[in-house]
């Protein structure tokens, strides 16, 4: 966000506040006046000298979002089920072992019962073995709704979500929250992203 300097008004005048009387200015000759306008113009145009500068801080940059590109997926009405079961889904509690609306979900567990629900597509339960479905690194850019995508540390995948376009993803993510949307662009996420999976051929 760029840096706001401050305008300087002046004294504000109050009613019943007697107002100083103004001081007599000097009046410059024509000439003078129109080469110190000049001047002043000229400083402007080329940037001013280091006073000028000094004083005023380099504006940051405006960091301009990642523009997610459309990818459509290979089985566009199945992938739209996935994808409205899972939004549907948004709100549910954490719990850990979890693996329906009723009682919860934990990560693994609401993937699970999305792909078998929404797509009739039966995968592995734990996210060990989910890990092992995944394929090589696929850039955040070629994903597709309804991919798979995962996190870890080290090379050990430890969380796994659903990817439903514009770099958003749904998750079931810790104990004492509920399923929601996050953006593949956060902090953690971004750090932590390892890699994703189609399902959905």
């Known amino acids: ?24 200015r000097r009046v410059l000759p024509f000439f003078p006046c129109v080469l110190a306008l000049l001047s ?16 005023a801080p380099a504006a940051r940059p405006i ?5 997610w590109p459309v990818v459509a997926p290979e089985d566009p009405a199945r992938a739209n089920a996935v994808l409205m079961r899972a939004l549907g889904l948004v709100g549910t509690p954490y719990r850990y072992g979890g693996n329906s ?10 993937v ?13 339960r734990t996210s060990r073995e989910l890990a092992a479905l995944q394929g090589p690194r696929l850039a955040p850019e070629r994903l597709a709704a309804a991919d ?16 439903v376009g514009e770099g958003r993803f749904v ?15 956060g902090p953690y996420w971004a750090s932590h992203y390892t890699g994703a999976r189609r399902v959905l051929r």
């Open 1 to 24: 966000m760029n840096a706001r300097h401050g305008v300087s008004r002046g004294a504000a005048h109050y009613p019943g506040k007697a107002r100083p009387a103004p001081a007599r």
């Open 112 to 124: 699970n019962f999305v792909y078998r629900d929404a797509a009739e597509v039966a995968l592995p």
């Open 171 to 185: 998750h079931a993510p810790s104990t004492g929250g509920t399923v929601r949307l996050d953006h593949l662009d």
């Open 148 to 163: 798979l995508v995962f996190f870890g540390n080290g090379g050990t995948v430890t969380h796994v979500g659903i990817y």
């Open 101 to 110: 609306p009723q009682g919860g979900f934990d990560c693994s567990g609401l």
């Open 40 to 55: 002043a113009c000229v400083l402007s145009a080329c940037g001013g000298g280091e006073a000028v500068r000094s004083g």
């Open 63 to 67: 960091a301009m979002p990642r523009v």
